[in-house]
């Protein structure tokens, strides 16, 4: 159960400090990556959906608290399977930037 909410609180911080911008380097892939290929992201656009992912998944973590259960962990499993999909999808077509 503190694991639990250690692993929220995490979530939620890195997510807020992915938000206000002083949290690039946290996202994947965009931290490693070339300058041009960085260049071709709208990156106040990526933060949004980086920040907002990790932000929604921490109360989400919340769902196995107190249940103990198969259903609780794959219910998390599935909304974050889901919302990562959604993200990586919107991070490769909303959140770049268009062509010349």
């Known amino acids: ?11 939620a ?7 206000i911008g002083k ?5 994947a892939g965009y931290n490693t990556a070339p300058k041009e290929e960085r260049e071709k ?13 990790l932000i929604a998944l921490a109360p989400m973590t919340f769902l196995m608290l107190g249940e103990e259960t198969t259903t609780a962990v794959w219910s998390f499993v599935a909304l974050t399977f889901v919302a990562s999909i959604i993200v990586v999808v919107l991070a ?3 959140a770049k930037k268009k062509g010349k």
């Open 1 to 11: 159960m503190i694991i639990l909410i250690i692993v929220a609180a995490i979530l």
């Open 13 to 19: 911080i890195m997510g807020f400090v992915i938000l």
């Open 23 to 27: 949290g690039d380097n946290l996202i």
């Open 41 to 53: 992201y709208n990156i106040k656009r990526l933060r949004g959906l980086i920040g907002g992912l």
């Open 92 to 94: 490769n077509t909303w």
